[in-house]
């Protein structure tokens, strides 16, 4: 039998992870002002994640992405290995959402068994599987949202006795996010929208954000994250990734950073590798990605 760390020790290690160097918030400033981070001096600082000089020796983007996933998902498991059984599967919930845009692919081509996983595992696409149908990304990110929801009664809520009011929020947020992403995509390129926008923020926020005071930034936060990268889109549709990744992750930190609960922590982290993992192979010299 494995040694798991008490719910304290498991914290502690979270709020490590989340201070090493490169953090996501130097990154996001460093793609939003188009510069390229010198991969070298930010891991000789203290608290780095030494392994990521490995990135050093990529010679292109998509060996950076390559490395970077897989110091990424070593990670990812390590963590996932010091969890509690009753957080297990609210953290694979959450990692389909790294493979989410891997299942909508799939979906649209008819063919469920062709999905690509990179993060998660087969048996936890099982929640989607209504959507395959459909073809519908608000399907898909609702059935995620609805699974987070789902593992979290099953779990935590069981178990230990903390509020998931901010953690499921930000979720929602995240989740709000991508199709506000996605309607914008569509609208550029003059497809219909399965659903509105404004009728998925509005359902989503009702169905699953709870009705708790320390979760009602976040319902204000969901409510304006179409006007705000609406304005990010019209700017410059390119970089809509880096406006919403700072948004949400802003928004989220502040919430749950210092949090004594080990369920918004997990959450934070959760949304900090998730966004990493789209941001950080862009602003290494070797991408090439600005003029």
């Not at 299942?103 to 595992?121: I, P």
């Not at 319902?219 to 410059?236: M, N, P, W």
Request: proline share 2%; hydrophobic share 45%.
């Amino acid at each position: 039998m494995s040694y798991k760390p008490a719910v304290e020790g498991i914290k502690t290690v979270l709020v490590t992870l989340l201070s090493k160097n490169p953090k996501l918030e130097e990154t996001l400033q460093l793609a939003l002002e188009e510069k390229f981070m010198d991969l070298a001096q930010v891991l000789a600082r203290y608290n780095s994640r030494v392994d990521f000089i490995k990135l050093s020796a990529a010679k292109g983007i998509d060996e950076i992405t390559a490395m970077l996933i897989a110091l990424e998902k070593r990670e990812l498991e390590e963590v996932y290995n010091m969890l509690p059984q009753e957080l297990q599967l609210f953290y694979r919930v959450n990692l389909t959402l790294f493979d989410l845009d891997n299942v909508h692919s799939a979906m649209l081509s008819g063919d469920k068994n062709s999905v690509k996983l990179v993060f998660s595992r087969s048996q936890e696409l099982e929640v989607y599987g209504k959507c395959f149908e459909s073809r519908s990304y608000a399907c898909l990110l609702k059935a995620f949202l609805e699974g987070v929801r789902s593992s979290l009664e099953v779990g935590i809520m069981k178990i230990i006795a903390e509020s998931t009011a901010k953690a499921l929020g930000c979720l929602v947020l995240l989740a709000s996010a991508r199709y506000c992403k996605y309607a914008l995509n569509a609208d550029k390129l003059g497809m219909a929208l399965e659903e509105p926008l404004q009728v998925f923020l509005k359902e989503v926020i009702y169905r699953y954000v709870p009705k708790e005071p320390s979760a009602w930034l976040i319902t204000v936060k969901i409510s304006s994250i179409a006007e705000h990268l609406h304005e990010a889109f019209r700017k410059d549709s390119s970089r809509v990734t880096l406006y919403e990744a700072t948004h949400v992750y802003k928004t989220c930190r502040e919430l749950l950073l210092y949090s004594s609960q080990l369920i918004d922590l997990l959450t934070l982290y959760l949304i900090n590798r998730y966004y990493e993992v789209l941001v950080l192979k862009y602003v290494l010299p070797q991408a090439r990605v600005f003029k």
